[in-house]
């Protein structure tokens, strides 16, 4: 051992302190802290080895997407012969295996990369079962059925639990299930692209499939994270107009 690096939870893609964006409240599976954490591990000799960027849109802010990306979204589909799917609930553990292993091809290059197992994915699949909107999760194939990449939204049911105060008894269970349909709050969860369609706008015709899929207009969409230095997925958000939101730092210290 040669460095310590964190925070980062044993849950996936939990990583990193807010430092930035303090506001508003944080979403399903994404960690929280106040300001002052930061202080404490600048404190005890730990420095930035990385932030992750957050964005998001918000159709009651007038967000939609930019014409010309339903435009270019046409053309990716007849140019490549692809197109995009939801979810199959009744095969929800072998969808959720299927994206696992794009994401462990999409992102082997990316920092801190660390390979999810097929069981881990059956897992995942079990626990999201009970709250996934199976719209949400978009799933770009090749027309013969080639599965080339995916986009995967959650219900914020932060916004649920904190009205139960976190509890599910005796009858907060029943409040979450009512509550779940009317959810018009995501966080974009993970997106991934497998290397050899990469840089051919597969991922701008998954954002607007989910966008397809979610449009209310009280829709609001966070996606969350991206690495700070992976310029095409910071250009391709910008490209489509959606708002910085907040950052988290990850730390490192050498020991």
Request: positive net charge; aromatic residues 10%.
């Amino acid at each position: 051992m040669k460095a310590m690096r964190g925070p980062w939870s044993f849950a996936s893609q939990e990583w990193g302190l807010v430092c930035e964006g303090y506001e508003p409240s944080p979403v399903i599976m994404a960690p929280y802290n106040p300001p002052w954490y930061n202080d404490q591990l600048a404190g005890f000799g730990l420095k930035k080895i990385k932030d992750l960027l957050v964005y998001y849109a918000d159709a009651r802010e007038g967000y939609a997407v930019p014409e010309r990306y339903l435009t270019l979204t046409e053309k990716v589909k007849k140019r490549y012969h692809v197109h995009t799917r939801s979810i199959d609930m009744k095969n929800l553990e072998r969808d959720v295996v299927t994206i696992v292993q794009l994401a462990n091809q999409s992102i082997a290059d990316n920092w801190g990369f660390y390979p999810v197992t097929d069981e881990e994915g059956r897992a995942m699949a079990r626990d999201l079962k009970q709250i996934v909107n199976p719209k949400a999760v978009v799933i770009a194939e090749e027309d013969n059925g080639r599965l080339i990449g995916f986009a995967m939204s959650l219900p914020d049911i932060n916004i649920l639990l904190k009205k139960m105060h976190g509890s599910l008894l005796p009858f907060g269970w029943l409040k979450l299930l009512a509550g779940l349909p009317k959810l018009s709050q995501y966080r974009m969860w993970a997106l991934g692209v497998i290397p050899e369609y990469q840089g051919r706008a597969i991922d701008t015709l998954l954002y607007r499939a989910t966008y397809d899929a979610l449009y209310s207009d009280r829709i609001r969409l966070e996606i969350n994270y991206v690495l700070e230095d992976n310029d095409r997925m910071n250009n391709a958000l910008a490209r489509l107009g959606v708002k910085p939101l907040r950052r988290y730092r990850v730390y490192e210290k050498v020991i």
